[in-house]
C-alpha cells in the first residue's frame, strides 16, 4: 500500500482547495473569515482581478499604492484557516494579516474599536494536530508592532479606540458559556475569535509572517452586543482594520 505525502501536494500548481495558482497571488495576502468581505479589501484596490471563488474561499489580487495585495477569506474556524494558510503558502504568499472580526471579553472595548493581536490561547482542534500543547501561538513581531502604530493612528481619526494584547481562538461560537468568558476576563484576554491560532502556528511552522487586526463586534462582558443591532460600527472597524493592514504592508514592503 502505498500513501500520499501531503507535504508534496499542490505545490507549484492551482490549489485544491482554494482554486488559486503561483503568479496569481501577492506575497502578502488579507485574510477576512467571510467571502463576502472580500470585495471590501477590493475597494481599496485598483487594477482587481477576482482569482478564484471555491467553497468559502474567495480570492481577489489587486494594488494599494503600487503594492500588489492579496485577499482571501479563510472561512469560520481554523480547519479552514490552516488549509487556507497552506494553500496560499504553497503559491508564494510570505505574509498573512487576518482583518476579523471579534468579541471582547474585557470592560470598556466597543464595538467599531480595533483589537491588534500579541498572541493567541490555543483553545482549538486543529493546532493540536500540527504541535505539542504547550507550542506558543504568536504572531510576527514586526508585522504586530506596525498594525498597532497604524491601529492607533487610525483609531484617533475615527474616534475610536486600538486596544493591543493576547486573544483566544476558540472552536465554538455557541459553546462560549459564562463560565469561559469570566474565566478569560480574569487572566487578562482581551478578545475572542476563532483562527488566529491555527494562522499563527502554520505560519510559524512553514516559516512565514502572520499577524492579526480585528474589528470588535461586541462586548461579552459589558452587554454591547452586534446580535442586537451595531452593525455599522462594525462594519467602520472592517474599514479600518483593512486599512490599517494595508498600510502595514505598504511601510513594511510586504
Ligand atoms: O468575521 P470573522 O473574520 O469570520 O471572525 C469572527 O466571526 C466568526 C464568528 O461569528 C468567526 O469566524 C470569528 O472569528
Ligand atoms: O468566538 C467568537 C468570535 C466572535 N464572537 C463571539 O461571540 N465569539
Sequence with gaps: MSTVDKSAVGLGERQYHIGVAPGEVSTVALLPGDPFRVPLVAEFLTDVQEVAHRREHRTMTGLYKGRRITATSTGMSCPSTAIAAEELIRVGVTSLIRIGSSAAVQPGIAPGDLLV???????????????????????DLPITMELERQAARIAEREGVRAVNGLNASDDAFYAEGPEWIERLRREGILNIEMESSAL?????????????ICACSSNLVDGASLYSGTKDALQAGWAASIEAALETAVALEL
Excluded at 119 to 134: E, F
Excluded at 200 to 212: N, Q
Design 117 to 139: 493581536s500579541e498572541g493567541t490561547l490555543r483553545n482549538d482542534g486543529t493546532t493540536a494536530a500540527y504541535v505539542h500543547p504547550g507550542y506558543p501561538a504568536v504572531p
Design 200 to 212: 499563527y502556528v502554520v505560519a510559524r511552522l512553514r516559516g512565514v509572517r502572520a499577524g492579526m
